[in-house]
Structures are given as C-alpha cells and as structure tokens.
C-alpha cells in the first residue's frame, strides 16, 4: 500500500454542488495532515491544516478519520475557481508525503 | 523575503550537462526540503535541510544529485551528467519547524534535451 492515496478524478461537478475527497494514508503515526491546492503549471499552496478532529475555514472542511486512516475535504457552493489539484500530505519520518492529487473541474 | 524564491524559472540541458538549481527560502525558516515534481505526479521527497545540517537525503534518486545549504539559507541542488529521465520540475519548500505546512517556491522546470 502507497504511504499516501487519492482518487486521481477528475471530479466534474457544477457551480454551487458540494464535493468531498478522500485520502487514505498508512503511517497511523502521524499527528498533522495538510490540503494544499495546486494549480496547473504552478506550485502547491497550503489550503487547510487538519491536527485533531477536524477545521473549517469558509467554504472548505477537512476532516479526519484516525481509526480508518482517511482525510477529507468537504468543499460547498462550488465556484468555478474551485477548479485546481488538490493534494494532501502527510508527515513521514522527516518531510511530507504528498499524494499525486485529486483533479477538480467546477463547470458552468 | 516574502516568499521563496527559485531559480531559474526554466532550465533546457543537454543531457550529460552539469546543472544547479537555486533555492532561496523564507528568512528565519530553519527548514528546507527539494521536492521533484513529474507531470499528474504529486511532490516527492528528494532532501530535507534544517539550518545548514543535511538530515535526510534519502529521497535523491542517484548519486548524481547533490544539495547543500552552507549557511543555512540560500540552498542549491545540483544535478551532474543530466539524463532525460531528470526532466521535472524541482520545488523547493521552507517551514519555521515540524508540524508547520510548507511554503513552496514557483519551482524550476527541468527539460533534459
């Protein structure tokens, strides 16, 4: 099993749906899981940190599921700039774990 | 500085070139890490710095890869006898400290010809 994994999509929803990704990792003992959001041909920018439970911030919610190892992010009222890769990461021995993304097409 | 900062933005090598890149990370942020981006992949671990000590390397595909971070800011990743296969885009990232996310630079894309 690869340390960290996501449904690569792409998700294709419209304007003002509500979409969630999962992502499953293998090291039980990591303590703090990240969303980041990257665009095409650009860098990733960190979007949530999740420590405990959970966080929301405006629109998005990350939530985490320790017994079956699994991060997610809830994103509501989809806006067409929603579109994006979102990747998590989560802590290995020294450096992140990154998993290869989720591709996300908000459409008209 | 604000951000960090890579450079070049874009690099074309003959292969067998030699090539370094720059990385120059937040000020005050004692940790530094070299990801290697393929195309649809996510971010993998090449090394990890924090200050000027070398902590983990182990992600560096070959020993034709070699960074270092002499005074514990501006980093360099230096890739000898460039093959196609090293075509990617190289991030660097910066953090203050463990359990902080990552602030990543535009990247180096890497086009071995």
């Known amino acids: 099993r690869k340390e960290v994994e996501q449904d690569p999509g792409p998700f294709n929803v419209p304007e003002g749906a509500t979409v969630a990704f999962n992502c499953t990792y293998s090291n039980s003992a990591s303590q703090s899981f990240f969303w980041y959001r990257q665009d095409c041909r650009k860098e990733p920018k960190l979007l949530m940190s999740?420590?405990?439970s959970g966080n929301e911030d405006g629109r998005f919610t990350a939530q985490l599921n320790r017994a079956s190892q699994y991060i997610s992010l809830l994103i509501r009222d989809s806006k067409l700039s929603d579109s994006a890769t979102y990747l998590c990461?989560?802590?290995?021995?020294?450096?992140?774990?990154f998993g290869s993304g989720t591709r996300l097409q908000v459409q008209p | 500085g604000a951000g960090v900062s890579q450079s070049p933005r874009y690099k074309v090598a003959k292969r067998g070139q030699d090539v370094a890149l720059r990385c120059d990370p937040i000020?005050?942020?004692?940790?530094l890490f070299w990801y290697q981006q393929a195309l649809g992949q996510g971010p993998e671990f090449l090394t990890y710095f924090q200050n000027e000590a070398q902590l983990d390397k182990s992600g560096l595909p070959s020993d034709r890869f070699f960074a270092e971070r002499p005074e514990g800011s501006v980093s360099t990743l230096k890739i000898q006898r460039t093959q196609q296969e090293d075509s990617a885009v190289y991030l660097c990232?910066?953090?203050?400290?463990?359990?902080?996310?990552?602030?990543f630079g535009s990247g180096t894309r890497l086009t071995v010809v």
């Open positions: 999740v420590y405990s």
């Open positions: 990232a910066s953090s203050p400290g463990a359990n902080y996310g990552y602030t």
């Open positions: 990461a989560v802590p290995g021995t020294r450096a992140l774990t």
């Open positions: 000020s005050g942020h004692v940790s």
